[in-house]
């Protein structure tokens, strides 16, 4: 059984920041594309960003700018850093990582309100 485990969501006042971590299994951070999703409220889940594992990446256009992710390889964690959070930004997030076979975290509650 494959798991990615998330952590860092929480409770955030519009214009703050959070960062999100995913640690996965290191046969799979090697050799699958790294992902963040979200689902808010009765709405589709959504592509967030992507990482290759040589460092490309591809943003939502509503985060570009303010989302950034990364990864740590000896550590086989890929990470979001979310700046200038947004009511809109509230959903649950999901680490994905694509291949072969997909896999996914349990979700983690990010909430953005005053």
């Known amino acids: 059984q494959v798991q990615l485990v998330e952590s860092g969501g929480g409770l955030v006042q519009p214009g703050g920041s959070l960062r999100l971590s995913c640690a996965a299994p290191?046969?799979?951070?090697?050799?699958?594309?790294m992902g963040w999703y979200r689902q808010a409220p009765g709405k589709q889940r959504e592509l967030v960003a992507t990482?290759?594992?040589?460092?490309?990446?591809n943003y939502l256009d509503s985060v570009k700018g303010r989302f950034t992710i990364s990864r740590d390889n000896a550590k086989s964690t890929v990470y979001l850093q979310m700046n200038s959070l947004k009511p809109e930004d509230t959903a649950v997030y999901y680490c994905?990582?694509?291949?072969?076979?997909?896999?996914w975290g349990q979700g983690t509650q990010v909430s953005v309100s005053s």
């Open positions: 990482i290759t594992n040589r460092g490309g990446t």
């Open positions: 994905n990582a694509d291949g072969p076979m997909r896999f």
């Open positions: 290191t046969s799979i951070f090697g050799a699958y594309l």
